[in-house]
């Protein structure tokens, strides 16, 4: 395979990645990308030097992190990035897919008209044919088999408007629940996270708390790849300030291990046994800010020994039960560091060395984190556990001080968690809360009782669902699920049974595609007008800066279309020149209020963002502090999503995984991604220079386990799990050490479909898959 130490034409190599996190400057970003085409200095928006070319805002769309870019479009074609020095959150810096990105627009193999299965075979269809289809097989659906029959499931990559037009039409109008978004996959630990400590989503605070802290902790979260500009932004934080510190908590030596101070590798599934040692520590030293915890946390406990989803159909609810200080200190008596040290993997001296930071009065502390703790079969209970560390020390919801769960798509916040393209939600609201549906029901102009008040299916019942026959029409739109779903083999066999028809939104052909009954071409985010939401509640609107190709149509129009086909003409009213302002303007109806409040369409378009709760003109950069912002009652802090007004704290057990490594399966299987590349890879492989700098999936083993096996670097590995098999080949001493008894592999490749070996189990709180634990047995390939 290619050595991974080749990216961009210099090394990369661990040395040389942190001399170059960012891949490049700011100052040298504006390189072109298509031959011919030369630059001069000048203002945005105008015409550069000979090329002609015209340099256009918008964030990037390759992670959840929003950086701002300006494209360079020259007639009537993105052929340069660089970033937009104007932008809070990345100040002109990218990462090597945002300098990259617009080429993704230009693959040879783009779709750009309508495909239709006939005789088994995708041919090209005129699309208004193909929208007919759509049409007409949703109404023959429901009117064979009810409305639950059918589904819509997108993405943290939908714009606002997609997801809402999406919502609108699939709740509001035909009137059922079956919405869903990837991003149940990916941060719905996180949603059910905060809303169980605070009662309100997404976290309190800004990228700028990066500027502040004196202490980073990343807890199972590589930011060198996967955050990178963050981490950029870290590096110079420790730079200019030589007494911040990085602490990377982790299963695996990363990129990141290799930059932060300390490194710390812990053994799967036990970050909730370290959290509870943390605090276990932080009550025993006495560094617990009393008058904080007494005036601003309730305490609470709640089921336990409550299961992994791997039945069809399994339910769930908590129920949360007053406790006391005494009770949680009393609770916290298990998790000495002492205790803890055997079952973590981490040294008591370590465990208390963590504790000192987030004890020390005099220190900023923030808490990143994304997948690792998200994708868990406890990811609400790793939550809620990182918050309780926080909130005993009082550090929260000041600048510097907060705990900090990242995402991994453009709109994951803007579209699926804010607009709520998830089956309990709607904007605003919940389908369960009469009030909600209310609300819902007068802004969208339909019948209260059109809104079901019982959610269908999640992600993963919603497939399984599929598979059994319950859902026989599915509209998947900018996602690639039949690489992504867990027990993958399941679901894929599912969606090609008989009585099914698929509909599929996308720019490339994917193994998605390869199962649809309808493919439609979509335009990417710089081929039509959107906004997107990310981590930091910042939502952003960009422009069409460039005509999409042949018969591609953005999934809103798409969606809008197939409405007016099924009789909704009165519901989407809009012209396609003034779509987006109008769909804009109604759904911020919902956020009205110094809770949520967005800001208008005319200040999106004219600065680069804006972070909600906008009220008076000014962005809300921190939450639940009357300093800070205009919700919070008095002069302090306010937990408002709270009746009281109170934070809760959580008493949240260690439990063990649902599979664990055993004689005949005796390695944790971790997966995961690369900085090169984003999630399945349809777009980034298309990138030249980036699918040559990282051309194929990979196994990583730690050089001990290798050297047992019988295992060198490029030889073929034969990995095992209880639901399938891949060969692939190895990779050790690269960018990524597992721990001894671990392997891991990035899931970018669809020639090598990893999650045909993962379990779909997830946690029974937020229904998230875990991705990063189940087990296997390793061998050299063509051994028996």
């Known amino acids: 395979m290619t050595d991974h130490n080749t990216i961009l034409g210099f090394d990369t190599s661990r040395?040389?990645?942190?001399?170059?996190?960012?891949f490049t400057s700011a100052a040298t970003a504006a390189a072109s990308l298509v031959p011919g085409v030369t630059f001069a200095?000048?203002?945005?928006?105008?015409?550069?030097?000979?090329?002609?070319?015209?340099?256009?805002?918008?964030?990037?769309?390759?992670?959840?992190?929003?950086?701002?870019?300006?494209?360079?479009?020259?007639?009537?074609?993105?052929?340069?990035?660089?970033?937009?020095?104007?932008?809070?959150?990345?100040?002109?810096?990218?990462?090597?897919?945002?300098?990259?990105?617009?080429?993704?627009?230009?693959?040879?193999?783009?779709?750009?008209?309508?495909?239709?299965?006939?005789?088994?075979?995708l041919v090209e269809t005129p699309i208004a044919e193909a929208l007919d289809l759509v049409a007409s097989k949703m109404k023959e659906t429901i009117a064979e088999h009810g409305k639950d029959a059918v589904a819509v499931y997108g993405s943290?990559?939908?714009?606002?408007?997609?997801?809402?037009?999406?919502?609108?039409?699939?709740?509001?109008?035909?009137?059922?629940?079956?919405?869903?978004?990837?991003?149940?996959?990916?941060?719905?630990?996180?949603?059910?996270?905060?809303?169980?400590?605070?009662?309100?989503?997404?976290?309190?605070?800004?990228y700028e708390d990066i500027d502040h802290a004196d202490v980073f902790v990343t807890w199972g979260n590589n930011m060198a790849e996967m955050h990178p500009v963050l981490f950029s932004r870290m590096l110079d934080r420790r730079a200019k300030h030589p007494d911040a510190l990085i602490i990377d908590l982790a299963t695996r030596t990363t990129?990141?291990?290799?930059?932060?101070?300390?490194?710390?590798?812990?053994?799967?599934?036990?970050?909730?046994?370290?959290?509870?040692?943390i605090c276990h520590e932080i009550i025993e030293k006495g560094w617990v800010d009393e008058t904080f915890v007494k005036?601003?946390?309730?305490?609470?406990?709640?089921?336990?020994?409550?299961?992994?989803?791997?039945?069809?159909?399994?339910?769930?609810?908590?129920?949360?039960?007053?406790?006391?200080?005494?009770?949680?200190?009393?609770?916290?008596?298990?998790?000495?560091?002492?205790?803890?040290?055997?079952?973590?993997?981490?040294?008591?001296?370590?465990?208390?060395?963590?504790?000192?930071?987030?004890?020390?009065?005099?220190?900023?502390?923030?808490?990143?984190?994304?997948m690792g703790m998200n994708q868990h079969t406890r990811g609400t209970w790793i939550n809620n556990l990182i918050y309780n560390i926080h909130l005993l020390v009082g550090k929260i919801s000041q600048p510097g001080n907060g705990p900090f769960s990242l995402t991994g798509q453009p709109s994951a916040?803007?579209?699926?968690?804010?607009?709520?393209?998830?089956?309990?939600?709607?904007?605003?609201?919940?389908?369960?809360?009469?009030?909600?549906?209310?609300?819902?029901?007068?802004?969208?102009?339909?019948?209260?009782?059109?809104?079901?008040?019982?959610?269908?299916?999640?992600?993963?019942?919603?497939?399984?669902?599929?598979?059994r026959g319950d859902v026989r029409f599915m509209w998947i739109q900018v996602t690639n699920p039949m690489v992504t779903m867990p027990k993958l083999r399941r679901y894929r066999d599912g969606a090609k049974k008989d009585g099914r028809f698929i509909v599929v939104s996308d720019v490339y052909p994917t193994p998605t595609t390869d199962v649809a009954d309808v493919v439609l071409p979509s335009?990417?985010?710089?081929?039509?007008?959107?906004?997107?939401?990310?981590?930091?509640?910042?939502?952003?609107?960009?422009?069409?800066?460039?005509?999409?190709?042949?018969?591609?149509?953005?999934?809103?129009?798409?969606?809008?279309?197939?409405?007016?086909?099924?009789?909704?003409?009165?519901?989407?009213?809009?012209?396609?020149?003034?779509?987006?302002?109008?769909i804009w303007r109604e759904y911020s109806r919902f956020h009205e209020g110094k809770k949520h409040g967005m800001a208008p369409y005319e200040v999106l378009r004219d600065q680069p963002g804006a972070i909600w709760p906008y009220v008076d003109g000014r962005s809300t950069k921190w939450r639940y502090h009357a300093k800070h912002d205009p919700a919070a009652n008095g002069d302090g802090y306010d937990f408002y999503g709270k009746p009281d007004g109170r934070a809760w704290v959580w008493l949240r057990p260690y439990?063990?995984?649902?599979?664990?490594?055993?004689?005949?399966?005796?390695?944790?299987?971790?997966?995961?991604?690369?900085?090169?590349?984003?999630?399945?890879?349809?777009?980034?492989?298309?990138?030249?220079?980036?699918?040559?700098?990282?051309?194929?999936?990979?196994?990583?083993?730690?050089?001990?386990?290798?050297?047992?096996?019988?295992?060198?670097?490029?030889?073929?590995?034969?990995?095992?799990?209880?639901?399938?098999?891949?060969?692939?080949?190895?990779?050790?001493?690269?960018?990524g050490t597992p721990t001894p008894g671990q392997v891991f592999v990035p899931f970018f490749d669809e020639s090598y479909l990893i999650n045909e070996l993962t379990l779909d189990a997830f946690c029974p709180i937020s229904k998230q898959p875990d991705y990063k634990k189940c087990a296997v047995r390793v061998r050299k390939a063509g051994r028996g």
């Not at 040395?15 to 960012?22: D, E, N, Q, S």
């Not at 952003?540 to 999409?548: A, I, K, W």
């Not at 399945?680 to 990282?694: E, F, K, N, Q």
Request: aromatic share 8%; net charge neutral; proline share 6%.
């Open 15 to 22: 040395r040389g990645f942190l001399r170059r996190l960012a």
């Open 41 to 121: 200095s000048s203002a945005r928006g105008r015409p550069d030097g000979d090329g002609g070319v015209e340099w256009k805002k918008t964030p990037c769309r390759f992670c959840g992190v929003g950086c701002g870019l300006l494209v360079g479009v020259s007639a009537d074609r993105a052929v340069a990035v660089k970033g937009d020095p104007d932008s809070e959150v990345n100040r002109g810096l990218c990462c090597v897919k945002g300098y990259h990105s617009v080429l993704a627009l230009y693959g040879a193999d783009r779709l750009t008209k309508a495909l239709v299965r006939k005789n088994g075979t």
């Open 156 to 206: 943290g990559q939908w714009t606002i408007p997609d997801g809402y037009v999406a919502s609108k039409l699939f709740k509001g109008a035909i009137g059922t629940n079956n919405v869903e978004a990837n991003a149940r996959l990916c941060m719905a630990s996180a949603v059910t996270g905060f809303l169980t400590t605070f009662g309100l989503d997404e976290p309190m605070g800004c």
């Open 255 to 277: 990129r990141t291990s290799e930059a932060a101070d300390r490194s710390i590798l812990f053994h799967p599934q036990t970050d909730l046994a370290i959290a509870n040692a």
């Open 295 to 370: 005036d601003h946390v309730a305490f609470k406990s709640g089921k336990t020994g409550i299961g992994y989803g791997l039945e069809d159909g399994f339910a769930f609810k908590d129920e949360a039960k007053a406790a006391t200080f005494d009770d949680y200190r009393a609770f916290l008596a298990d998790y000495a560091p002492e205790r803890v040290e055997a079952l973590t993997g981490v040294s008591a001296t370590d465990i208390r060395y963590l504790a000192s930071l987030y004890g020390d009065p005099n220190r900023r502390v923030v808490s990143y984190w994304c």
């Open 413 to 467: 916040c803007g579209t699926v968690r804010e607009v709520g393209t998830l089956t309990h939600k709607l904007p605003h609201g919940v389908v369960m809360n009469a009030k909600d549906r209310a609300m819902a029901a007068e802004i969208w102009g339909v019948p209260v009782e059109n809104i079901d008040p019982k959610p269908s299916y999640h992600t993963v019942e919603m497939f399984r669902a599929l598979d």
């Open 523 to 582: 335009a990417m985010w710089i081929e039509r007008e959107g906004m997107f939401g990310n981590s930091e509640r910042r939502t952003q609107h960009f422009d069409r800066l460039v005509p999409p190709p042949g018969d591609a149509m953005s999934d809103t129009w798409q969606l809008i279309e197939v409405a007016r086909r099924l009789g909704y003409e009165k519901l989407f009213p809009w012209s396609e020149e003034t779509h987006i302002a109008d």
């Open 655 to 735: 439990e063990p995984a649902p599979e664990v490594p055993d004689n005949d399966y005796p390695f944790w299987l971790n997966t995961g991604r690369v900085v090169e590349h984003w999630h399945t890879g349809s777009m980034t492989r298309r990138v030249p220079i980036l699918h040559r700098a990282v051309p194929s999936a990979y196994v990583e083993l730690h050089p001990d386990d290798a050297r047992r096996l019988g295992i060198r670097n490029g030889d073929r590995v034969a990995l095992e799990s209880r639901r399938g098999s891949i060969e692939l080949p190895a990779n050790i001493g690269g960018r």
